[in-house]
């Protein structure tokens, strides 16, 4: 054996090696399914955001920015149009009657009022299971504590002001004092936004590329139903906030994973002005609590009435000031809400615009933003899909938030069944 082929053989082999690590590189950028580095994630859920106050956003607001330069669109969220039943469909990519969360409350079987509060709850994986089962680091950040517990399986971090491992108070520091939130609600709400993002910020430095982010910011909501939506001067103030929070963890998935990251920022829900109370108390005169069982979620109250008083209900309810519609469970209209499930009430009654369901009129001092019916300013929420991986979705058809979940996962690069 000579050493002239001995020099042709090596040559050879440093040939073949440089063709392997470039096909390597090239399959690593461009993230498609079975990569070994997939493309970090997160998915931000800007708590009951209407897309016409993200519209109505002063133009340097990072928000507004995100949806110039990345991809955006009006989507339709869920009936009812409430937090858990707008996060189940987010994050399963299913309606409420085939996930099983089907609003604020539901009667169970020893005829109490229960919160959706319990993964067990859910009768669909979510994307934070589906990418977990992949090896994909997870995490879900909240500020609120119903959120993380209902959606928490999965997630290797499932923090929230309530529930912050040890790592997260010595990296992040804790969450904002709540005793502060009464010298400076909306203040404190913004304050909390950004302990959220910055909760975030510090998972995705932990770890590294190809991982899973779920952000919900809790001050949209809390702010818009003490202040109402945008215009008001305190909610746009909070949406500015959250857009400043999250102009800094999109610096952050940049170092942390160069172009090879994108952000999904949506809403559960819509919020509307409101200004008139409905009360029960006035509704439902003449029923006692062996009559019927109700739950109130703004703009719409579920009704689980006795066997025998369900006629008296509907007739109560239907024409009753501020009351736009009542669905029964022989109402046409139910199954294109897609509220047949066995927990969706039997009665569904929803408000006109202006008027929420809330249990004393004096409330309504310090309530102006309601939600749950089916307003235009309820139900139409923003999708914007930003950063360098943004190209790798098409939004045309996408319409309804339960189509948000396939975005995600094809920018994870593919999460199977």
């Given amino acids: 054996m000579t050493s002239q082929w001995l020099k042709g053989l090596y040559r050879a082999f440093l040939v073949l090696t440089a063709c392997f690590l470039a096909a390597a590189a090239t399959a690593a950028a461009s993230g498609g399914p079975g990569d070994q580095t997939r493309a970090v994630v997160a998915l931000v859920i800007l708590d009951g955001c209407p897309a016409q106050s993200l519209d109505a956003l002063p133009p340097e607001a990072f928000l507004r920015r995100m949806a110039s330069t990345g991809l955006y669109q009006h989507v339709k969220t869920v009936f009812p149009s409430s937090t858990a039943a707008g996060h189940a469909a987010i994050l399963t990519g299913k309606w409420p009657e085939e996930n099983g969360i089907t609003g604020k409350q539901f009667v169970g079987e020893d005829g109490e009022l229960s919160g959706f509060s319990s993964p067990s709850l859910l009768e669909a994986r979510t994307i934070i299971q589906r990418a977990a089962e992949l090896g994909i680091r997870t995490a879900l950040v909240s500020g609120k504590e119903g959120v993380r517990t209902l959606f928490c399986e999965g997630a290797d971090l499932a923090a929230s002001p309530a529930t912050a491992p040890p790592w997260v108070l ?23 936004d950004g302990w959220v993002v910055d909760v975030a910020c510090a998972f995705a430095k ?20 003490r202040c109402g939506p945008v215009p008001a001067r305190e909610t746009t103030r909070c949406l500015v906030a959250a857009g400043e929070a999250l102009e800094r963890l999109t610096a952050t ?11 999904v920022v949506t809403a559960d829900h819509g919020m509307t002005y409101v200004d008139k109370a409905i009360t029960p108390a006035d509704l439902l005169d003449g029923f006692d609590e062996a009559d019927c069982v109700y739950s109130l979620d703004g703009g719409v109250m579920g009704v689980w009435p006795a066997a025998t008083k369900q006629d008296a209900v509907v007739a109560a309810l239907k024409g ?53 019916a089916l307003l235009d300013t309820d139900v139409t929420v923003p999708l914007i899909v930003y950063g360098p991986q943004a190209g790798r979705v098409d939004l045309s058809k996408v319409r309804d938030t339960v189509e948000i979940a396939a975005v995600t996962a094809e920018l994870l690069g593919g999460l199977g069944d």
């Fill in 170 to 192: 010595e990296t992040v520091g804790p969450p904002p004092d709540e005793s502060a939130q009464y010298e400076d609600y909306c203040g404190w709400y913004e304050k909390l």
């Fill in 206 to 225: 932990d770890a590294g590329p190809s991982s899973f982010i779920v952000l919900n910011l809790a001050g949209p909501d809390k702010v818009g139903h």
């Fill in 253 to 263: 998935l940049e170092e942390v994973a160069g172009t090879n990251w994108a952000v």
């Fill in 320 to 372: 009753a000031e501020g009351v736009l519609g009542v669905i029964t469970t022989s109402s046409a209209e139910r199954a294109s809400l897609h509220a047949g499930h066995p927990r969706s009430a039997p009665i569904i009654a929803i408000a006109e615009r202006g008027y929420m369901f809330i249990e004393s009129a004096a409330f309504m001092e310090y309530t102006k933003g309601s939600h749950g």
